[in-house]
């Protein structure tokens, strides 16, 4: 079936440094999502991409549509502790609500 | 507050035993899911749901029946509940409009242990 393929797996920085990861597949995608899920709650919504090559920012957040369809990174600057957390991917296709999701990347902001 | 909240946030049961698990949402959407996440944090869909009508069943083995008495709740029985049922399962909707059928919102989990 379709996969997302998310890296990194995990990364370990210090506060106010920034941090990019992405997620890549094989297949097109018509939506990209970014979420966070903290310890014990639900994935949070963080930004939705609806445009190929659409580059969209939510505070700190900087997320963009692969002009492939097939790809898409979240950048987050000045990180800050409250940014610790897993993030995952999400693409979706024709089938709504359908979503694919990556493996996740955990976060560890190190005061 | 606006949300899609659902219970028990925590289930501990017997194997064997059946369960529910609740789901509502007041967002106004007309679409809801049950999406299942396992121990290695992978997020899979199980089961959407559009104005009461089933459009989503992804090979979910049919212990689990969802059931969806208006557009607002999508509850989740599971029967003969087996120790590989041990999972955090997510209700979740998204609106309509463009893009808007791929835009989820989640509720806050339900951790189902299964002894």
């Known amino acids: 079936g379709q996969q997302l393929n998310q890296s990194p797996q995990s990364m370990f920085i210090q506060e106010g440094e920034d941090v990019s990861m992405n997620c890549t597949s094989s297949?097109?995608?018509?939506?990209w999502l970014w979420y966070k899920q903290e310890p014990g709650e639900g994935p949070v919504l963080l930004i939705a991409?609806?445009?190929?090559?659409e580059l969209t920012s939510n505070g700190r957040l900087t997320a963009q549509f692969g002009i492939t369809r097939k790809d898409s990174f979240l950048n987050i600057s000045a990180s800050i502790p409250s940014d610790v957390g897993i993030y995952f991917c999400?693409?979706?296709?024709?089938?709504?609500?359908?979503?694919?999701f990556g493996q996740g990347t955990i976060l560890t902001v190190h005061p | 507050d606006t949300a899609v909240s659902q219970t028990p946030k925590y289930l501990v049961t017997q194997m064997g035993n059946d369960k529910s698990i609740k789901c509502e949402q007041n967002?106004?959407?007309?679409?809801m899911y049950w999406y299942k996440q396992d121990s290695k944090k992978f997020l899979k869909i199980m089961f959407s749901?559009?104005?009461?009508?089933?459009?989503i069943n992804e090979t979910v083995p049919n212990r689990f029946s969802p059931k969806s008495p208006d557009k607002a709740h999508l509850n989740l029985h599971i029967n003969s509940l087996e120790l590989g049922d041990s999972a955090v399962y997510f209700c979740?909707?998204?609106?309509?409009?463009?893009?808007?059928?791929?835009?989820?919102?989640f509720g806050e989990g339900s951790w189902l242990t299964v002894v």
């Open positions: 749901y559009n104005n009461k009508e089933l459009i």
């Open positions: 967002l106004g959407h007309d679409t």
């Open positions: 297949s097109i995608f018509n939506t």
């Open positions: 979740a909707s998204s609106p309509r409009g463009q893009g808007g059928g791929n835009t989820i919102y």
């Open positions: 999400g693409a979706g296709g024709t089938s709504y609500g359908k979503l694919t």
């Open positions: 991409l609806y445009k190929a090559g």
